[in-house]
Protein backbone atom coordinates (compact mmCIF):
# COMPACT_ATOMS: atom_id res chain seq x y z
CA UNK A 1 0.00 0.00 0.00
CA UNK A 2 1.08 3.44 -1.11
CA UNK A 3 -0.96 5.16 1.93
CA UNK A 4 -1.28 8.77 1.75
CA UNK A 5 0.44 10.32 -1.84
CA UNK A 6 0.60 13.97 -2.65
CA UNK A 7 1.52 15.56 -6.13
CA UNK A 8 3.35 17.77 -6.80
CA UNK A 9 6.06 17.98 -4.00
CA UNK A 10 6.96 21.30 -4.37
CA UNK A 11 5.78 24.15 -6.52
CA UNK A 12 6.69 27.63 -7.48
CA UNK A 13 3.56 30.13 -8.46
CA UNK A 14 3.60 33.38 -9.31
CA UNK A 15 0.24 35.85 -7.09
CA UNK A 16 -2.60 35.63 -9.71
CA UNK A 17 -2.36 31.82 -10.82
CA UNK A 18 -3.94 29.15 -10.36
CA UNK A 19 -3.62 25.49 -9.27
CA UNK A 20 -4.52 22.32 -7.98
CA UNK A 21 -2.98 20.12 -5.58
CA UNK A 22 -3.57 15.84 -5.79
CA UNK A 23 -4.06 13.83 -2.51
CA UNK A 24 -4.89 9.99 -2.80
CA UNK A 25 -5.04 7.08 -0.83
CA UNK A 26 -5.71 3.61 -0.86
CA UNK A 27 -6.61 2.86 2.52
CA UNK A 28 -10.26 3.22 1.43
CA UNK A 29 -10.90 5.80 4.01
CA UNK A 30 -14.09 7.70 4.27
CA UNK A 31 -12.67 10.98 5.55
CA UNK A 32 -10.25 12.94 4.12
CA UNK A 33 -8.62 16.37 5.49
CA UNK A 34 -6.34 19.25 4.05
CA UNK A 35 -4.39 21.02 6.43
CA UNK A 36 -1.88 23.93 5.86
CA UNK A 37 1.25 24.12 7.82
CA UNK A 38 2.96 27.63 8.83
CA UNK A 39 5.74 28.01 11.46
CA UNK A 40 4.54 28.66 14.91
CA UNK A 41 0.80 28.09 14.52
CA UNK A 42 1.14 24.17 13.38
CA UNK A 43 -1.24 22.41 11.28
CA UNK A 44 -4.43 24.21 10.34
CA UNK A 45 -7.60 22.46 8.60
CA UNK A 46 -8.62 24.04 5.51
CA UNK A 47 -11.30 21.85 4.41
CA UNK A 48 -12.47 18.45 4.85
CA UNK A 49 -14.42 15.60 3.37
CA UNK A 50 -16.50 12.69 5.29
CA UNK A 51 -17.33 10.91 1.86
CA UNK A 52 -17.40 10.83 -1.85
CA UNK A 53 -18.96 14.03 -3.06
CA UNK A 54 -18.98 15.85 0.27
CA UNK A 55 -17.03 18.78 1.61
CA UNK A 56 -16.92 21.12 4.47
CA UNK A 57 -14.99 24.33 5.11
CA UNK A 58 -12.38 23.79 8.11
CA UNK A 59 -10.49 26.66 9.94
CA UNK A 60 -9.23 28.81 7.50
CA UNK A 61 -11.00 27.80 4.30
CA UNK A 62 -10.85 31.22 2.53
CA UNK A 63 -9.16 31.33 -1.11
CA UNK A 64 -9.17 27.22 -1.32
CA UNK A 65 -11.80 24.91 -2.78
CA UNK A 66 -11.82 21.06 -2.43
CA UNK A 67 -13.76 18.38 -4.29
CA UNK A 68 -13.94 14.92 -3.72
CA UNK A 69 -15.37 12.73 -6.90
CA UNK A 70 -13.86 9.63 -5.96
CA UNK A 71 -13.81 8.54 -2.61
CA UNK A 72 -9.53 7.75 -3.18
CA UNK A 73 -8.99 11.34 -4.39
CA UNK A 74 -9.39 14.56 -2.77
CA UNK A 75 -8.12 17.60 -4.73
CA UNK A 76 -7.47 21.21 -3.35
CA UNK A 77 -7.24 23.89 -5.42
CA UNK A 78 -6.12 27.83 -5.41
CA UNK A 79 -7.66 29.79 -7.79
CA UNK A 80 -5.96 32.91 -7.97
CA UNK A 81 -2.55 32.61 -5.75
CA UNK A 82 -1.82 35.28 -3.02
CA UNK A 83 2.11 35.53 -1.28
CA UNK A 84 -0.02 34.85 1.93
CA UNK A 85 -0.91 31.29 0.51
CA UNK A 86 3.48 30.47 0.60
CA UNK A 87 2.99 26.97 3.13
CA UNK A 88 3.42 23.58 3.39
CA UNK A 89 0.10 21.66 2.45
CA UNK A 90 -0.53 18.29 3.91
CA UNK A 91 -3.35 15.95 3.42
CA UNK A 92 -4.54 13.30 5.41
CA UNK A 93 -7.31 10.70 5.42
CA UNK A 94 -9.07 8.40 8.32
CA UNK A 95 -11.56 5.79 8.96
CA UNK A 96 -14.21 7.32 11.47
CA UNK A 97 -13.04 7.42 15.02
CA UNK A 98 -9.54 6.62 14.08
CA UNK A 99 -6.03 8.29 13.91
CA UNK A 100 -5.33 10.35 10.42
CA UNK A 101 -2.82 9.29 8.28
CA UNK A 102 -0.87 12.10 6.48
CA UNK A 103 0.84 12.58 3.21
CA UNK A 104 4.34 13.83 2.73
CA UNK A 105 3.28 17.12 2.31
CA UNK A 106 3.14 19.92 -0.85
CA UNK A 107 5.92 22.84 -0.47
CA UNK A 108 4.18 25.77 -2.16
CA UNK A 109 5.82 29.02 -2.92
CA UNK A 110 3.84 32.20 -4.08
CA UNK A 111 6.22 34.87 -5.62
CA UNK B 1 -13.04 26.88 20.18
CA UNK B 2 -10.36 24.86 21.83
CA UNK B 3 -7.05 25.92 21.91
CA UNK B 4 -3.66 23.87 22.80
CA UNK B 5 -0.26 25.08 23.91
CA UNK B 6 2.82 22.70 23.89
CA UNK B 7 5.36 23.49 26.19
CA UNK B 8 8.36 23.72 25.90
CA UNK B 9 8.62 24.85 22.26
CA UNK B 10 11.71 23.48 21.89
CA UNK B 11 14.13 20.96 23.58
CA UNK B 12 17.46 19.76 23.69
CA UNK B 13 18.88 16.93 25.58
CA UNK B 14 21.97 14.51 25.32
CA UNK B 15 21.17 10.95 24.36
CA UNK B 16 20.04 8.64 27.34
CA UNK B 17 18.25 11.58 28.80
CA UNK B 18 14.56 11.35 30.05
CA UNK B 19 12.37 13.62 28.51
CA UNK B 20 8.57 15.30 28.95
CA UNK B 21 6.34 17.11 26.43
CA UNK B 22 3.27 18.72 27.90
CA UNK B 23 0.36 19.86 25.60
CA UNK B 24 -2.39 21.54 27.35
CA UNK B 25 -6.11 22.34 26.50
CA UNK B 26 -8.42 25.11 27.17
CA UNK B 27 -11.19 23.21 27.03
CA UNK B 28 -11.81 18.99 28.17
CA UNK B 29 -10.10 16.50 25.75
CA UNK B 30 -11.99 14.28 24.25
CA UNK B 31 -9.72 12.54 22.12
CA UNK B 32 -5.78 13.18 22.41
CA UNK B 33 -3.47 12.09 19.36
CA UNK B 34 0.37 12.53 19.25
CA UNK B 35 2.25 12.83 16.34
CA UNK B 36 5.79 12.91 15.30
CA UNK B 37 7.24 14.64 12.39
CA UNK B 38 10.63 14.86 10.72
CA UNK B 39 11.94 17.95 9.02
CA UNK B 40 9.95 18.19 5.68
CA UNK B 41 8.08 14.95 5.85
CA UNK B 42 4.36 14.12 7.02
CA UNK B 43 3.79 13.52 10.51
CA UNK B 44 3.58 9.85 11.76
CA UNK B 45 1.14 8.91 14.02
CA UNK B 46 2.42 7.75 17.67
CA UNK B 47 -0.48 7.36 19.74
CA UNK B 48 -4.23 8.28 20.76
CA UNK B 49 -5.86 8.89 24.54
CA UNK B 50 -9.37 8.97 25.03
CA UNK B 51 -10.30 8.47 28.91
CA UNK B 52 -8.95 10.29 31.74
CA UNK B 53 -6.00 8.97 33.67
CA UNK B 54 -5.66 6.38 30.48
CA UNK B 55 -1.54 6.18 29.69
CA UNK B 56 -0.24 4.02 26.41
CA UNK B 57 3.20 2.99 25.72
CA UNK B 58 5.19 2.25 22.50
CA UNK B 59 8.93 1.26 23.01
CA UNK B 60 10.73 4.13 24.85
CA UNK B 61 7.51 6.47 24.35
CA UNK B 62 4.83 7.16 27.14
CA UNK B 63 1.92 9.04 26.78
CA UNK B 64 -0.65 10.03 29.53
CA UNK B 65 -4.09 11.88 29.86
CA UNK B 66 -4.54 13.31 32.96
CA UNK B 67 -8.10 12.74 35.04
CA UNK B 68 -9.48 16.09 34.14
CA UNK B 69 -8.74 15.46 30.79
CA UNK B 70 -7.22 18.91 30.16
CA UNK B 71 -3.83 18.13 29.86
CA UNK B 72 -1.74 15.36 27.99
CA UNK B 73 2.08 14.80 28.48
CA UNK B 74 4.60 12.64 26.06
CA UNK B 75 7.59 10.89 28.26
CA UNK B 76 10.52 9.63 26.26
CA UNK B 77 12.49 7.34 28.60
CA UNK B 78 16.86 7.40 27.66
CA UNK B 79 16.33 9.24 24.54
CA UNK B 80 18.47 8.60 21.21
CA UNK B 81 18.75 10.33 17.92
CA UNK B 82 16.04 8.48 16.35
CA UNK B 83 13.47 10.55 18.54
CA UNK B 84 14.82 13.90 17.35
CA UNK B 85 11.83 15.07 15.25
CA UNK B 86 9.02 17.75 15.83
CA UNK B 87 6.14 16.59 18.33
CA UNK B 88 2.35 17.31 17.60
CA UNK B 89 -0.33 17.16 19.51
CA UNK B 90 -4.18 17.29 18.57
CA UNK B 91 -7.49 17.21 20.00
CA UNK B 92 -10.97 16.09 18.91
CA UNK B 93 -13.22 18.74 20.52
CA UNK B 94 -16.15 16.76 21.12
CA UNK B 95 -17.55 13.92 22.92
CA UNK B 96 -18.09 10.59 20.90
CA UNK B 97 -16.11 11.40 17.98
CA UNK B 98 -18.72 13.86 16.30
CA UNK B 99 -16.43 16.42 15.02
CA UNK B 100 -15.70 14.47 12.19
CA UNK B 101 -12.12 13.94 13.06
CA UNK B 102 -11.55 17.96 12.36
CA UNK B 103 -8.16 18.06 15.00
CA UNK B 104 -7.06 20.98 16.27
CA UNK B 105 -3.07 20.85 17.12
CA UNK B 106 -0.74 22.48 19.07
CA UNK B 107 2.06 24.48 17.41
CA UNK B 108 4.24 21.44 18.16
CA UNK B 109 7.66 21.16 20.11
CA UNK B 110 11.18 20.84 18.18
CA UNK B 111 13.29 18.17 19.38
CA UNK B 112 16.91 18.01 19.43
CA UNK B 113 19.09 14.74 20.44
CA UNK B 114 22.60 15.36 20.85
CA UNK B 115 24.75 12.37 20.75
Given at each position: ?96 H ?14 | ?91 D???GGT ?17
Open positions: NAGVTQTPKFRVLKTGQSMTLLCAQDMNHEYMYWYRQDPGMGLRLIHYSVGEGTTAKGEVPDGYNVSRLKKQNFLLGLESAAPSQTSVYFCASSYPYEQYFGPGTRLTVT | SQELEQSPQSLIVQEGKNLTINCTSSKTLYGLYWYKQKYGEGLIFLMMLQKGGEEKSHEKITAKLDEKKQQSSLHITASQPSHAGIYLCGAPTASYGKLTFGQGTILTVHP
